[in-house]
């Protein structure tokens, strides 16, 4: 395993190819319509700035609760029973799918994926969610580079 992943990681549109650079997008992200870089830090939307300060607490909730917490698609594609989930997502992926009511931005973009994730479990979809229909290369590259929840 550790042979795959380290060629992996050299491979194109992997880790190998970041320098830091805003323009450069993960593979999940080049699937999406309007993702931005991680390392875009300077635009408006962007959430680079959220996702490096929540890094560490993402790493504090892993030794914390080790065993009841899966990080997917890091710990595997395949969610256990009865393990809490810790997974990327992407409000806007469902915004408009949700009305904003009184909300203010922040608080519809909570309500929408609360929203769209009771409805895709209570009607069986979220699965299929779990489980995107990747190539086998490009699952290789998204359990390195992450994926979000709900691109297909």
């Known amino acids: 395993m550790r042979k795959v992943r380290a060629s992996i990681l050299f491979a194109k549109g992997s880790w190998s190819d970041v320098s830091g650079d805003s323009a450069w997008l993960r593979l999940t992200e080049q699937w999406t319509v309007s ?3 991680v390392f ?11 996702t490096y300060a929540g890094l560490p607490w993402l790493r504090h909730l892993r030794r914390q609760c080790r065993g009841r917490i899966h990080f997917w698609p890091f ?3 395949e969610i256990p029973e009865g393990v809490s989930v810790v997974a990327e997502v992407y409000p806007s992926l469902w915004m408009k799918r949700f009305p904003q009511g009184g909300l203010n931005s ?11 994730l009771s409805r895709a479990d209570l009607n069986g979809s979220l699965r299929q969610y779990f489980n995107p ?3 086998p290369e490009e699952r290789k590259i998204a359990e390195i580079e992450g994926w979000i929840l709900g691109v297909v």
């Open 35 to 37: 993702a931005k870089s």
């Open 40 to 50: 875009r830090f300077d635009v408006q939307g962007a959430v680079a700035k959220s």
């Open 75 to 77: 710990d595997g594609w």
């Open 106 to 116: 922040h608080q519809h973009a909570a309500y929408a994926v609360a929203a769209w």
């Open 133 to 135: 229909p990747l190539e």
